[in-house]
């Protein structure tokens, strides 16, 4: 619980907690076909402080339900929101990806950007494709292999943390045996995690090192940190995250 905390407070000032950008939402967001809809229901789930949330309620007609595990990021979601006048688009709900506060068949869209891991992925498209309506959209992000080759410590590195992680032929099968039609997908660039991810998040650092006193678990969690940042360099031409958008198929 302790970790859990200071993983929060290094991560809660970020304006996002996982590679990313705006620009890699609204390329999803285009392939999910839903311009000049209106009245949607859409779901963010894994939202953390809702950098994709805000973009989702500035491009929609929706009602946006953002989920996180964590008050303080879904807090600091809502301030964002009534700063940018989107406060009535969206609604902020505590709850457990696996074990979500969703009426089954209820969303239009399911939108959820480098959170699905900590369910597994084809285990939380299962369970995610229930909430959709039929025809309804996912549009997810997911640490994927970017070729079918790769160097064995890096494949024993990820082997040991998510051994789920697989080329986008595994992950758009996967969603084909779940019952989804895929309608694309895209790795997301390398700016999307070194500037849009990791810079800032290195750039707070000796705040994040002050503010927790110097601290033995404060700087491990740092040093733990700064090691994924090195691997991405040494092998970012191998991996990233792959977003994903499927229909729900009928049934
Ligand atoms: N989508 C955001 C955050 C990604 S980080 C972004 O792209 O910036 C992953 C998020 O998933 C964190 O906010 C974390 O609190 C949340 N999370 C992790 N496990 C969860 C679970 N079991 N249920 C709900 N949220 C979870």
């Given at each position: 619980?302790?970790?859990?905390?200071?993983?929060?407070?290094?991560?809660?000032?970020?304006?996002?907690?996982?590679?990313?950008?705006?620009?890699?939402?609204?390329?999803?967001?285009?392939?999910?076909?839903?311009?000049?809809?209106?009245?949607?229901?859409?779901?963010?789930?894994?939202?953390?402080?809702?950098?994709?949330?805000?973009?989702?309620?500035?491009?929609?007609?929706?009602?946006?339900?953002?989920?996180?595990?964590?008050?303080?990021?879904?807090?600091?979601?809502?301030?964002?929101?009534?700063?940018?006048?989107?406060?009535?688009?969206?609604?902020?709900?505590?709850?457990?990806?696996?074990?979500?506060?969703?009426?089954?068949?209820?969303?239009?869209?399911?939108?959820?950007?480098?959170a699905?891991?900590?369910?597994?992925?084809?285990?939380?498209?299962?369970?995610?494709?229930?909430?959709?309506?039929?025809?309804?959209?996912?549009a997810?992000?997911?640490?994927?292999?970017?070729?079918?080759?790769?160097?064995?410590?890096?494949?024993?590195?990820?082997?040991?943390?998510?051994?789920?992680?697989?080329?986008?032929?595994?992950?758009?099968?996967?969603?084909?045996?779940?019952?989804?039609?895929?309608?694309?997908?895209?790795?997301?660039?390398?700016?999307?995690?070194?500037?849009?991810?990791?810079?800032?998040?290195q750039?707070?650092?000796?705040?994040?090192?002050?503010?927790?006193?110097?601290?033995?678990?404060?700087?491990?969690?740092?040093?733990?940190?700064?090691?994924?940042?090195?691997?991405?360099?040494?092998?970012?031409?191998?991996?990233?995250?792959?977003?994903?958008?499927?229909?729900?198929?009928?049934?």
């Amino acid at each position: 619980m302790e970790d859990l905390k200071l993983l929060v407070d290094l991560h809660l000032p970020n304006h996002r907690q996982g590679p990313g950008s705006e620009a890699d939402t609204l390329r999803a967001l285009s392939l999910a076909g839903l311009a000049g809809r209106s009245g949607l229901r859409v779901a963010d789930l894994g939202c953390g402080t809702g950098a994709s949330t805000l973009v989702l309620a500035q491009h929609l007609d929706a009602q946006i339900t953002a989920v996180d595990l964590v008050p303080s990021f879904l807090r600091a979601l809502n301030d964002r929101a009534d700063r940018l006048g989107l406060g009535e688009r969206v609604t902020t709900v505590e709850g457990s990806l696996d074990a979500l506060p969703l009426e089954p068949g209820s969303m239009d869209l399911i939108w959820s950007e480098g959170a699905i891991y900590n369910i597994g992925f084809r285990r939380g498209v299962a369970l995610w494709r229930r909430l959709l309506k039929p025809g309804g959209v996912l549009a997810v992000s997911e640490l994927t292999w970017l070729s079918g080759q790769r160097p064995a410590e890096l494949q024993a590195y990820w082997d040991g943390i998510y051994p789920e992680v697989d080329t986008a032929a595994g992950k758009l099968a996967a969603l084909e045996a779940e019952g989804f039609s895929p309608i694309g997908y895209f790795p997301l660039p390398e700016s999307s995690w070194l500037q849009g991810y990791y810079r800032p998040l290195q750039a707070r650092f000796p705040a994040f090192v002050q503010q927790q006193g110097g601290g033995e678990r404060a700087r491990a969690l740092v040093a733990a940190e700064e090691d994924e940042i090195t691997l991405y360099e040494r092998f970012k031409a191998y991996y990233s995250y792959g977003f994903y958008v499927a229909r729900r198929v009928e049934g």
